[in-house]
């Protein structure tokens, strides 16, 4: 039974896939990134959260030849990501800052087992893992524009494990106006303090500025004006 219910999902996702892009031209980007598919050489994307290996950002300047900001505070991860950055000649652009409220900062809780770390002490892997914690430097959301000089984002990712919580639901609407498409991971599934329904609030709250929102998983959420 178990099996036959995966199958029925992947069918399920196949279908919703070839729908989405049929009427919004959606498509999806591995390993689980849905974005419509409208960028070009001049596009603008923010990658908060590369982790390691900044796939996300390399698989679009690849398919696309754009140019990506990446944020991600990881120390282990800032060497191979400033390989990275030297191999792209401009392209992808990386900054050892955290996503959070105000620009101070935080302590930091980095696994030593998995890629992501968090600010949040009831993250899975901050439970579970052998952590290094230090401070590290954050940047508020509606600095970012003004920080990276520039007056819009085509597509901006917020994979940052947990303070998505915090920070959603004070990102202002002179800040969405100028971001033309947003995918957001949301991390319920790996945090005690905060659920599905948080996540759902959260997906109302970004609807309620004119986004419509598509996801494959209640995890994974791309938000795009049709």
Same mark, same amino acid.
């Given at each position: 039974? @178990? *099996?036959?219910?995966?199958?029925? &999902? !992947? =069918?399920?996702? $196949?279908?919703?896939? %070839?729908?989405?892009?049929?009427?919004?031209?959606?498509?999806?980007?591995?390993p689980?990134?849905?974005?419509v598919?409208?960028?070009?050489?001049?596009?603008?994307?923010?990658?908060?959260?590369?982790g390691?290996?900044?796939?996300?950002?390399?698989a679009?300047?690849?398919?696309?030849?754009?140019?990506?900001?990446?944020?991600?505070p990881? @120390? *282990?991860?800032f060497?191979?990501? &400033? !390989? =990275?950055?030297? $191999?792209?000649?401009? %392209?992808?652009?990386?900054?050892?800052?955290?996503?959070?409220?105000?620009?101070?900062?935080?302590?930091?809780?980095?696994?030593?087992?998995?890629?992501?770390?968090?600010?949040?002490?009831?993250?899975?892997?901050?439970?579970?893992?052998?952590?290094?914690?230090?401070?590290?430097?954050?940047?508020?959301?509606?600095?970012?524009?003004?920080?990276?000089?520039?007056?819009?984002?085509?597509?901006?990712?917020?994979?940052?494990?947990?303070?998505?919580?915090?920070?959603?639901?004070?990102?202002?609407?002179?800040?969405?106006?100028?971001?033309?498409?947003?995918?957001?991971?949301?991390?319920?599934?790996?945090?005690?303090?905060?659920?599905?329904?948080?996540?759902?609030?959260?997906?109302?709250?970004?609807?309620?500025?004119?986004?419509?929102?598509?996801?494959?998983?209640?995890?994974?959420?791309?938000?795009?004006?049709?």
């Amino acid at each position: 039974m @178990k *099996k036959l219910k995966e199958i029925i &999902k !992947k =069918i399920n996702k $196949k279908i919703n896939l %070839k729908l989405w892009n049929f009427f919004y031209n959606v498509v999806f980007i591995k390993p689980c990134y849905l974005l419509v598919n409208k960028l070009n050489k001049n596009s603008i994307v923010v990658d908060f959260g590369t982790g390691n290996d900044a796939d996300f950002s390399i698989a679009l300047i690849e398919r696309y030849g754009l140019k990506s900001f990446g944020f991600d505070p990881t @120390k *282990k991860h800032f060497v191979s990501l &400033k !390989k =990275i950055e030297d $191999k792209y000649h401009g %392209k992808f652009n990386i900054y050892q800052l955290a996503l959070s409220l105000r620009d101070k900062n935080k302590i930091f809780y980095e696994s030593g087992e998995n890629v992501s770390g968090s600010f949040m002490d009831d993250h899975i892997n901050i439970k579970n893992d052998t952590i290094n914690s230090y401070k590290v430097k954050v940047i508020a959301i509606d600095e970012l524009l003004k920080f990276l000089n520039i007056e819009r984002i085509d597509l901006l990712k917020i994979d940052v494990e947990g303070e998505e919580y915090k920070v959603i639901p004070k990102i202002k609407e002179d800040f969405l106006s100028r971001v033309d498409q947003l995918i957001v991971e949301f991390h319920h599934h790996c945090l005690d303090n905060y659920s599905l329904q948080d996540t759902l609030g959260c997906v109302d709250f970004i609807k309620g500025f004119g986004f419509k929102a598509l996801t494959l998983d209640k995890i994974n959420y791309l938000f795009f004006r049709a």
